[in-house]
């Protein structure tokens, strides 16, 4: 409240520094996949175009673990951090990347969230595609497909059906999403992304890049028992 009696007294609003990033917790199993010592930090699942994020460098990916020397240990802390920061303010992210620890000078802005708008999801049933593990139905992304689910351009392989009970299900994939990365590999088609799948590392969970909507999140899916 004292943090913003202020703004409110001059303006009748308040207003919030972001970063342009949309972030993720970092659970074991994603800690596992991005082959990081331990499960802190904030995942990166998408860098806003124009945003403070990206004019500082960072990319979707990155596990931001620090902002101004101060520990981001869990992500819900990080835009707390970020939040009561002053405009303008130029401050130093702490992130890895590739498990190299790189810093980056970056510039707080005023938060343009409220001119963000998720795109609503369909719900119409989608057609079987083809088998694929995990219990997943899975099917390469046609140019008109793409338009459809509002993407630039064709890439990655979209999800027809999930089985329920499976993996897939488990880890939360949803009918509609699109599959465009496979263990940090971009996959092209379904034949591409099954390769990608069963040169996995037996034993341990694939991590898939989704896109859902405007977004992209990382989801790590267990291997069959």
């Known amino acids: 409240v004292k943090e913003?009696?202020?703004q409110l007294k001059s303006s009748g609003k308040v207003v919030r520094g972001w970063l342009g990033v949309y972030i993720q917790k970092v659970t074991p199993e994603l800690a596992e996949s991005l082959g990081l010592a331990d499960s802190r930090g904030a995942l990166v699942a998408n860098v806003l175009p124009n945003g403070p994020a990206q004019a500082a460098g960072v990319k979707r990916g990155d596990?931001?673990?620090?902002?101004?020397?101060q520990p981001v240990d869990d992500s819900r802390e990080l835009p707390l951090l970020v939040g009561r920061t002053d405009l303008g303010h130029k401050g130093i992210l702490k992130v890895i990347r590739d498990k190299q620890t790189i810093d980056l000078p970056v510039t707080?802005?005023?938060?343009?969230e409220p001119e963000i708008v998720a795109?609503?999801?369909?719900?119409?049933?989608?057609?079987l595609g083809a088998v694929s593990p995990f219990g997943l139905h899975v099917k390469d992304l046609s140019p008109d497909l793409a338009k459809e689910l509002g993407l630039d351009a064709p890439g990655g392989v979209v999800i027809a059906s999930v089985q329920p009970g499976s993996r897939a299900?488990?880890?939360?994939?949803?009918?509609?999403?699109v599959i465009i990365e496979v263990n940090r590999k971009a996959v092209?088609?379904?034949?591409s992304y099954q390769n990608a799948v069963k040169t996995s590392e037996k034993g341990k969970s694939v991590l898939l890049l989704i896109k859902r909507g405007d977004n992209t999140i990382y989801v790590p899916v267990k291997p069959e028992a």
């Open 4 to 6: 913003e009696l202020p």
């Open 63 to 69: 596990v931001i673990v620090a902002f101004d020397n």
């Open 108 to 112: 707080i802005t005023q938060s343009r």
């Open 119 to 127: 795109a609503e999801e369909k719900s119409e049933k989608p057609d």
């Open 169 to 177: 299900d488990e880890a939360g994939l949803r009918a509609r999403d």
């Open 188 to 191: 092209t088609s379904v034949d």
